[in-house]
C-alpha cells in the first residue's frame, strides 16, 4: 500500500503545485474589491472598471480550468493506486479466505474502492491547509489587527479539528466494525435463503442481524452528533471571524488607517484562512474512514504476505507423492490428517474411502494445494507442490470438490476456467464428462447464463458441468470429491465413462467415493481413518482386508515414530 502511494506521487506533488496556484488566484478576488471601492468608486472611471472586470473574468477562467485539472489528475492518481493495489489484495483476500474461510475478508476489497475514492476527491480537501499560512501573510500585510485575528480563528478551527479527531474516531471505528458484521451475517444468511422461511429461522436471524446493525447505528449516532456540535462550533467561529473583520475594518477606516476596500478584501481574506479548515472538519469523518480502510488493508497484506515467484519447471506427468503430512483444517488447533505417507504413479487412478469426518475431502485439498500442509511435504512429479508457479500448475490440475461453486458467466466460460477459451477444448472437456448433449437441450447451449452461482441449474447440472470444467484440457492431475454426489443414472454412467478415457489418456486421477462400482475403476485403494491412513496398495489387497473381521473391528492406529503410514499398511498387508 505504501509503495503504491509512493507511485502516485508524481500526480500528488502536480497537485500540490497547481493548489499553490490556485491559492494564489485566489487573491485575486479580494484585490479586485479593493480596486472597486478605492479607484473606481473615488475616480467613477468606467475604462478601469471594464479593464479591470476583463482581467478578473480571465484570471476566474484560468483558476477554474486549474482546479479542473487538479482534479483530473487527483482521479488519475487514484487509479494509478487501484491498479498498484487491487490486484496484490485481491490474492491476500484469496489467501485469507484458505486460511480461516470467512466473508469478511472481502470487505478488503471494499476498503481498496474506500481509499482510491478519498485519493480521487476527499483528498482535494487537504490541498488547501497547507496554504492557509499565506492568507495570514496576505491579512497581517492588510493589517496586523486582521493577521491576528486570523490567526486565533485558525487556531481555534484546528483545536475544534483536534477534538473532532479524538472524539469521533473510536466511535467510528466501532460503528464501521459493527457494520462490516451485520454485513457479513446478512451475507451467509442470504446464502441459504431457501431454509429461513421452512425452518422458522428468518425471525432469529434477522433479529440477530437487527442487533449488530443497532450496535452500528448506535455508535454512528453519537459520533455524528459530535461532529455535528463541533462542526456547529467551526460554523460559528467563522461567521463570528467575519464579523469582527467588518466591525474591526470599519473602526480601523474610521481612524483613517485602513481604507473601505481593504475592509472587504480582509473579510474575505481571512474567511479563506478558515474555509480550508472548517471544511477539513466536515470532511473528517470520510478522513478517517480511508485511513481505518488503509490500515486494515495493510494489516491483511502483513497478515498473508504474498508467496514468494517460482521458477518455471517442466510440465508435470502426475506423479503423487506424500511424505508424512500432517494437517490442520483453518482455524483450529487439532489435527484431522496424520502422518499421511504414500507414493502414486503417473497415470494410476487411487481411489480414497473411509468414514464420515475421516479426512478425505482435507486429503483432497491437500493434493491440490488449496490447503498447506502443517509438517511433511506433498510433492508432484517429485518437486514440493509449494514451488510451482501456480499459474504454469493450475491448468494442469482438475479438481472436482464436494461443495461445488460455479461463477457468473457462461457456461462455456464455466468450463474453460474464464481464461483464454479454447471452444474445441471446451466441447472435449464436456463430451468426456458427459455433459455435452445436456448443454445442448439447454436454451442457448454453452453460451447460456448460468446466473449467480449457478442458480439457474439443477444440482445434477452443477455437478455435471463442475466435472467438464475439472477435465477441461485433461489435466495431468486429476482430484474428485464425491463426483457422483446428485447424479441420476446416466449421470454416474457418464462419470464412469469420464474416469475410464482419463486412465486411458494416462492421466492420474484421485476419486474419493463410497459408490463401489466406482471403486473398480481404481488401481490403487487408500483407507482413511480419523485422519489416520490405515491402509494403502493394490485395490483388490486393500478391500480384501476391510472384509477381515479383524480389521473391521480394530480401529486404526497412528504408525509407530520412524515409520510410515505406507510402510505399516504394506507390512499389515
Same mark, same amino acid.
Given at each position: ?11 500528488? $506533488? ?15 478576488? @479580494? ?6 471601492? /478605492? ?31 487538479? #482534479? ?33 475478508? $472481502? ?11 478519498? %485519493? ?17 501573510? *496576505? ?49 451467509? $444468511? ?24 443497532? $450496535? #452500528? ?83 491483511? %497484506? ?5 508467496? #514468494? ?34 507414493? %502414486? ?27 498447506? @500442509? ?20 493450475? @491448468? ?6 464436494? /461443495? ?114 466406482? %471403486? ?17 496398495? @493394490?485395490?483388490?489387497? *486393500? ?25 505399516? #499398511?504394506?507390512?499389515?498387508?
Amino acid at each position: 500500500m505504501t509503495a503504491a502511494l509512493r507511485s502516485a506521487r508524481r500526480g500528488f $506533488t502536480a497537485v500540490i503545485v497547481f493548489s499553490f496556484f490556485i491559492n494564489v488566484l485566489g487573491l485575486a478576488g @479580494p484585490i479586485y474589491m479593493m480596486q472597486i471601492y /478605492d479607484r473606481v468608486l473615488g475616480s467613477r472611471n468606467l475604462s478601469t472598471l471594464a479593464v479591470l472586470t476583463l482581467l478578473i473574468a480571465f484570471l476566474y477562467a484560468v483558476s477554474a480550468i486549474l482546479e479542473w485539472l487538479r #482534479a483530473s489528475l487527483l482521479v488519475r492518481a487514484g487509479l494509478g493506486f487501484d491498479r498498484e493495489v487491487a490486484g496484490p489484495v485481491f490474492n491476500a483476500v484469496h489467501r485469507a479466505c484458505l486460511r480461516r474461510p470467512s466473508s469478511a475478508h $472481502t470487505q478488503a476489497l471494499r476498503d481498496v474502492d474506500t481509499v482510491r475514492d478519498y %485519493l480521487s476527491s476527499g483528498l482535494i480537501v487537504l490541498c488547501d491547509l497547507p496554504w492557509v499560512p499565506i492568507y495570514i501573510l *496576505v491579512a497581517t500585510a492588510l493589517s496586523p489587527w486582521y493577521g491576528a485575528i486570523a490567526v486565533v480563528s485558525c487556531l481555534l478551527s484546528g483545536a475544534l479539528a483536534f477534538v473532532n479527531d479524538r472524539w469521533t474516531r473510536g466511535l467510528f471505528d466501532e460503528a464501521t466494525r459493527a457494520g462490516m458484521s451485520a454485513a457479513n451475517q446478512a451475507i451467509t $444468511t442470504f446464502r441459504n435463503a431457501e431454509v429461513l422461511r421452512p425452518m422458522g429461522m428468518l425471525g432469529n436471524l434477522r433479529a440477530q442481524w437487527g442487533q449488530r446493525r443497532d $450496535t #452500528a447505528l448506535a455508535s454512528q449516532a453519537t459520533a455524528m452528533d459530535r461532529r455535528g456540535l463541533l462542526l456547529a462550533a467551526s460554523h460559528y467561529n467563522r461567521l463570528l471571524t467575519q464579523s469582527l473583520i467588518l466591525g474591526l475594518g470599519a473602526y480601523l477606516a474610521i481612524q483613517r488607517e485602513i481604507s473601505p476596500g481593504v475592509i472587504i478584501a480582509g473579510s474575505i481574506i481571512v474567511g479563506r484562512c478558515t474555509q480550508p479548515i472548517e471544511m477539513a472538519i466536515g470532511n473528517w469523518k470520510a478522513l478517517l474512514g480511508a485511513r481505518s480502510a488503509f490500515r486494515r488493508v495493510q494489516d491483511m %497484506l502483513r497478515a498473508v504476505p504474498d508467496e #514468494a515467484p517460482a521458477i518455471r519447471l517442466p510440465d508435470p506427468k502426475g506423479a503423487l507423492q506424500m511424505e508424512n503430512v500432517f494437517a490442520h483444517a483453518p482455524g483450529t488447533d487439532v489435527p484431522v490428517l496424520r502422518g499421511i505417507s504414500f507414493a %502414486l504413479p503417473a497415470g494410476k487412478v487411487l481411489g480414497i474411502i473411509g468414514p464420515s469426518a475421516a479426512g478425505k475431502s482435507s486429503l483432497a485439498r491437500l493434493i491440490v494445494g488449496a490447503w498447506q @500442509p502443517t509438517a511433511g511435504t506433498v510433492r508432484l512429479d517429485g518437486s514440493d507442490l509449494r514451488h510451482w508457479d501456480p499459474d504454469q500448475l493450475g @491448468p494442469r490440475l482438475g479438481y472436482l470438490p464436494q /461443495d461445488v461453486e460455479l461463477f457468473h458467466g457462461s457456461i462455456a466460460d464455466n468450463i474453460g476456467r474464464f481464461g483464454v477459451r479454447d471452444d474445441a477444448k471446451v466441447v472435449k472437456a464436456a463430451q468426456i464428462a458427459g455433459t455435452h448433449e445436456l448443454i445442448q437441450r439447454l436454451p442457448r447451449g454453452y453460451a447460456t447464463d448460468i446466473g449467480e452461482a449457478g442458480a439457474s441449474l439443477s444440482g445434477g447440472q452443477r455437478q455435471r458441468i463442475a466435472l467438464a470444467r475439472a477435465l477441461y484440457d485433461l489435466p495431468a492431475l486429476v482430484v474428485l470429491d464425491e463426483p457422483n454426489a446428485g447424479l441420476d443414472a446416466a449421470g454416474e454412467q457418464a462419470l464412469i465413462r469420464a474416469v475410464q478415457e482419463l486412465a486411458r489418456a494416462g492421466r492420474t486421477v484421485v476419486l474419493i467415493t463410497h459408490v463401489a462400482s466406482m %471403486l473398480g475403476l481404481c488401481d490403487v485403494v487408500l483407507v482413511l481413518n480419523e485422519g489416520v491412513m490405515s491402509g494403502f496398495g @493394490p485395490r483388490d489387497e *486393500v478391500l480384501a482386508k476391510l472384509r477381515a473381521p479383524r480389521l473391521v473391528a480394530t480401529p486404526a492406529t497412528a504408525p509407530p515414530a520412524g515409520r510410515s503410514a505406507g510402510s505399516a #499398511a504394506a507390512g499389515e498387508g
